[in-house]
């Protein structure tokens, strides 16, 4: 995937699954950060369109109340907008004060955009001078897993991002997949087989099979 | 409370600064060590090591890190 920016000439392309993400270095409420301070731990990069805004507002409480769930899973959050430091700061004072949510988690202040336009969280068609809500998954190696984009207007879902989460750590411990709709404690799938000898076979593990090509087991 | 960075902008370390000074005193020495120590998440365990070594509390030797004669001043 390609993205062009408007205002400039060199293309930008954005880390996709799969990939290690490019590493970084930001100014945030916690101090500088780099992106490989995280590893070892999974993360959540997100961004949101700008501080002392209505649905970025619900979104940075929904955060923080996920926020010992993610902990759970060895997660962290690493937020991002292009306002300044000190504007976030200012905002999750007032967060705290007016509603009683303390933000738990570093905000990058993107103010030359260098973060954001690396991982394309810029869209100009949108806004050419916010973020829109992109979450970026990411496993202890920094690589990406999963890549969410939302619009300016929708708010994101907390339980979906905890939801994917569960379904990466269970796929890499387990070697198995998750289907649609799946949450902790449902039913596996169980990989297709690569010939048909281990499609014969697997008939015979108990698996429930609903064919040879779609195995499911309970963990 | 918002979490700071362990050196302020007049050189000086902050608490959390101190709070991880104070660790490498007793002895930890590793990122893990410190963070297990301090209660610090690693993430803010690494950036803390890059400001105190950068200012001089703290050096690096092979993989793991010391207090210098200044920073063991300053450990509580």
Known sequence: ?219 | MIAVPCVSTDGKPTKSGIKMLSALKSGASTPDALSGATGMPMFRVRSGLRQLVKAGFVKQVDNKYQLTPEGSKLAA
């Open chain 1, 1 to 219: 995937m390609v993205i062009l920016m408007e205002e400039k000439s060199d293309e930008i392309r954005l880390p996709l699954i799969g990939e290690k993400a490019p590493d970084f270095e930001a100014l945030t409420t916690q101090g500088t950060l780099r992106l490989s301070d995280f590893e070892g731990s999974w993360l959540v990069l997100f961004s949101h369109p700008a501080d002392f805004t209505p649905v970025c507002t619900t979104e940075f409480i929904a955060f923080s109340e996920i926020y010992d769930e993610l902990k759970k899973r060895n997660t962290e959050l690493l937020g991002l907008s292009v306002d300044s430091a000190s504007s976030h700061i200012a905002w999750i004072r007032n967060v705290e004060e007016k509603m009683g949510v303390k933000i738990p988690f570093p905000i990058i202040a993107d103010l030359n955009k260098e973060v954001s336009e690396k991982f394309g969280m810029i869209h100009p068609a949108q806004s050419k001078t916010e973020t829109v809500r992109c979450v970026f998954i990411m496993d202890p190696e920094s690589k990406i897993r999963t890549i969410l984009y939302y619009p300016l207007t929708t708010g994101r879902n907390m339980q979906e991002i905890l939801r994917i989460i569960d379904a990466l750590q269970t796929t890499d411990k387990h070697k198995v997949a998750t289907p649609a709709n799946w949450n902790p404690g449902d039913p596996v799938v169980v990989p297709p087989p690569k010939t048909s000898e281990q499609a014969e076979e697997r008939i015979k593990e108990g698996y429930d099979c609903k064919d040879w090509y779609l195995c499911f087991k309970k963990l």
